[in-house]
């Protein structure tokens, strides 16, 4: 679990908390929202769909009210057992939390991933709300017809345009979503930004490079799980990682010409780490191949995909 240590916050008499859902189909910019919001980098991101695998968790708190944002796997057509994983743990969420984000990219337009996701939107009765991402990529006149297409679809209980990246009007959309959030405890401390374990968020920062760094035959072929991860004597953190992949080629692509892509993944995944741990890190990478590691249940559940994580 990670803390920012630079939050604090006066205390009163009554205090709200509760879950909100970011929804959407696949890069929309659900990770890029949820990081601009927590102010640190836990989830990761990627230009190729289906960046998220799991829920993650970062936890918003400002003065009486805590938000805890759930970031949800794209919600996409399945074509694997690892795609029907994805697809159920984003459709579990949208009836556990007070709100629901439904992310669209302005920039591309209405299409048929989002009206996918608004069917399954219609299944529930939270309230969602519509946010309008990438602005700064579109004219402003654009807006007003591409909000009519979207209402035509669904009843929206509010709308809020926003960049995620630059986070013009992120701000806005908090105050919007305050008045979801009813009277409740305190879930985590006023420090706390994500309750993921160190290793998960470790692991997804070494998969993020990975995707950024290969082609198109490797991205959703990729697992990474943490062997070790301790820190030593002298205070440096000691990792070792394994990354697997479905075939004996995608192993010799991710390991690359005498080693030089792997340790290009190290160096960039080290960096991050190092951010998000405050330490200095040392890094082993192992890359292994698991065949057809995604449609097989038990391998699966050894990486750590279960629909009721």
Known sequence: MFHDQSKSKSKSNTFHSGFVAIVGRPNVGKSTLMNHVIGQ???????KPQTTRNKIHGVYT????????????????????????????ALNTLNE??????????????????KYVIEQLKKVKTPVILVMNKIDQVHPESLPPIILQYNELHEFAEIVPISALSGNNVNRLLDVLEHYIP???????DDQITD????????????????????????HSIAVTIEDMRVQENGVVYISAVIFVERDSQKGIVIGKQGALLKEIG????????????????????VKVKKDWRNQDRILRDLGFRHDS
């Open 62 to 89: 400002k003065e009486n009210t805590q938000i805890v944002f759930l970031d949800t796997p794209g919600i996409h057509k399945r074509k694997s057992k690892l795609g029907d994983y994805m697809n159920q743990v």
């Open 196 to 219: 993921h374990p160190e290793q998960f968020v470790v692991a997804e920062l070494i998969r993020e490079k990975i995707l950024n760094l290969t082609r198109e035959e490797i991205p």
């Open 267 to 286: 160096k960039l995944a080290r960096k991050d780490i190092e951010n998000l741990l405050g330490s200095k890190t040392y890094m082993e990478l192992w």
């Open 97 to 114: 939390v007070e709100a629901v984000l439904f992310l669209v990219d302005v920039s591309t337009g209405l299409g048929s991933g989002d």
């Open 41 to 47: 980098k836990i989830a990761i991101m990627s230009d």
């Open 183 to 189: 009277e409740g405890p305190q879930y985590y401390p």
